[in-house]
């Protein structure tokens, strides 16, 4: 199984800040990776698809890059709407498995 | 607009069976793969299976192979978890999630339903 690891588990920022959150297969898996937004009582929300590929009607304040291995997530400057936990996941073999998330808290 | 309605979810004891279902619209559903993904309460998610659009191809995690049967009925547009032998490792809020790519499984959930919570508990 390829394991997914995502650093750190939590962050403080203020608003109007540049945030990036890491992911790190255990194997090379291409460009085979998701990033999910998931705010508390909802349910999880696709962000970033195929390691930089924006979803259709995510703000552009949100990028994702990296392939192989190592892989990052980065909110540009920001919202106070974004506060919530993110989750990368890999998409390149069955099982499919996430990283363990990230919770972004306001400072 | 895409909806996802999870239900079949409750309480059930140590050993028992639930059966969970996904009511879907909005989409074509049979030229979409599906799938189920958990998170136990406080705790991350994780991915339980999948199923191809025609249904032929299901796929487990090792945690519930054997235990777990996904399946799908594209007449009524609906998927189904069918849960056997519960433990309290089972307790979780689970999710069905429609593939992004179509109709074979390739791992993109979008979008998710809003969960039907199982808990397994003496």
């Known amino acids: 199984d390829i394991r997914v690891t995502q650093s750190p588990s939590s962050l403080s920022a203020s608003v109007g800040n540049r945030v990036t959150i890491t992911c790190r297969a255990s194997?090379?898996?291409?460009?085979?990776l998701n990033w999910y937004q998931q705010k508390p009582g909802k349910a999880p929300k696709l962000l970033i698809y195929?390691?930089?590929s924006l979803q259709s009607g995510v703000p552009s304040r949100f990028s994702g890059g990296g392939s192989g291995t190592d892989f990052t997530l980065t909110i540009s400057s920001l919202q106070p709407e974004d506060f919530a936990t993110y989750y990368c996941?890999?998409?390149?073999?069955?099982?499919?498995?996430f990283g363990g998330g990230t919770k972004v808290e306001i400072k | 607009e895409v909806q996802l309605l999870e239900s079949g979810g409750g309480f059930v004891q140590p050993g028992g069976s639930l059966r969970l279902s996904c009511a879907a619209s909005?989409?074509?559903?049979?030229?979409?793969?599906m799938n189920w993904v958990r998170q136990a309460p406080g705790k991350g998610l994780e991915w339980v299976s999948a199923?191809?659009?025609?249904?032929?191809?299901?796929y487990y995690a090792d945690s519930v192979k054997g235990r777990f049967t996904i399946s799908r009925d594209n007449f009524e547009n609906t998927l189904h978890l069918q849960m056997n032998s519960l433990t309290a490792e089972d307790t979780a809020l689970y999710y069905c999630?429609?593939?992004?790519?179509?109709?074979?499984?390739?791992?993109?959930?979008?979008?998710w339903g809003q969960g039907t919570l199982v808990t397994v508990s003496s």
């Open positions: 999630a429609k593939e992004a790519a179509g109709i074979a499984v390739a791992g993109t959930f979008d979008p």
């Open positions: 195929a390691a930089s």
């Open positions: 194997q090379s898996i291409s460009n085979y």
């Open positions: 199923i191809s659009g025609s249904g032929g191809s299901t």
């Open positions: 996941q890999q998409s390149y073999s069955i099982p499919l498995t």
């Open positions: 909005g989409f074509t559903f049979s030229s979409h793969a």
